[in-house]
């Protein structure tokens, strides 16, 4: 599938610094072809004015049609406690998004999606204005189907939702979310669409 583009607006910066755990982990970087070029610590990369890095968005539905949201939780220095997708993350260096796409759900929402399948690329610039940080990403989507309830790790998701398209909507209108979420739903909606049907209305 095409890659699609976007652009955000820079924001504003409070100087939130992760944990030293957080600090260490490596991410993959690429070209804007998606080629890897190189590897950066997670800080770094996302420090302004950010590093251009692969990464992860998953969207995953139940029997319904209802999207799977995440709240991320309080105590993450990246966009803490807002909502967004079902999954979204960094592929270690060499591994294949797709398998990374699969643990994270796993390990973050102790569910493992099933017909989880590939739904294109987006590379965007959003920086996040509560601290600082800019997502340079080259974005593999995925969309799937998750049964089952979830059981959240608390260190990474405060609270969970499934929700309809005018549920989603409301949400949006009424509570914070990430900066990166409209850009990655609406480049994964074809998939998202061919997913639920038409009458899922997404």
Known sequence: MPTTSATAATGATNGVQPNGAQQSIMLELVDEEG??????????????????????????FDASGRLLLQRRALGKYHSPGVWSNTCCGHPYPGEAPFAAAARRVHEELGVSPSLMAEAGTVRYNHPDPASGLVEQEYNHLFV????????????????????????????HEAAPFSAWFMTVLDAARPAIKELTGPSGGW
């Open 144 to 171: 799937g189907l998750v049964q089952g309830t979830p059981a959240p790790d608390p260190e990474e998701i405060e609270d969970t939702a499934f929700v309809t398209p005018g549920e989603l909507a409301e949400r």
């Open 35 to 60: 080629r890897t070029i190189g590897t950066a610590e997670k800080l770094s990369a996302h420090q302004a004015p950010g590093r251009l890095h692969r990464a992860f968005s998953v969207f995953l």
